[in-house]
């Protein structure tokens, strides 16, 4: 049964950088789709990037275009999030999530979601 694990939160000054990344076990990653998605309290969770099993990437929110980059290591069935010059408005919480075939910015459509990792951009 595949299971996906995050890692990598914690505290960011602003102009700060750090890497999430979404473990994969039980089952192959070739052939899914791996999202990142983003929530703070109150608010619907949103979706922030997603990489294809070909490794095209998509984009889903503008904000961080230029700054985050996401990629993947199959042979290693893990994701990552490279965010750079982090804000204070991209604190929240992150959640990693793959679904089989193609990236889609519905949230819903991914079947299998982490545990989440807390992500905090403080000076």
């Known amino acids: 049964q595949l299971q996906v694990v995050e890692s990598g939160g914690g505290l960011a000054r602003p102009g700060g950088s750090l890497t999430l990344s979404c473990a994969a076990s039980g089952v192959s990653l070739d052939d899914y789709a791996i999202g990142w998605f983003r929530q703070v309290p109150g608010k619907w969770r949103e979706g922030v990037t997603c990489?294809?099993?070909?490794?095209?990437?998509?984009t889903y929110e503008g904000s961080v275009k230029g700054r985050f980059t996401i990629s993947r290591d199959n042979a290693k069935r893990t994701g990552y999030l490279q965010m750079n010059n982090l804000k204070p408005e991209d604190t929240a919480q992150y959640y990693c999530?793959?679904?089989?075939?193609?990236?889609?910015?519905?949230?819903?459509?991914?079947?299998?979601w982490g545990q989440g990792t807390q992500v905090t951009v403080s000076s």
């Open positions: 990489i294809n099993k070909d490794g095209d990437t998509v």
């Open positions: 999530a793959v679904r089989p075939g193609k990236c889609i910015d519905t949230y819903a459509l991914y079947t299998v």
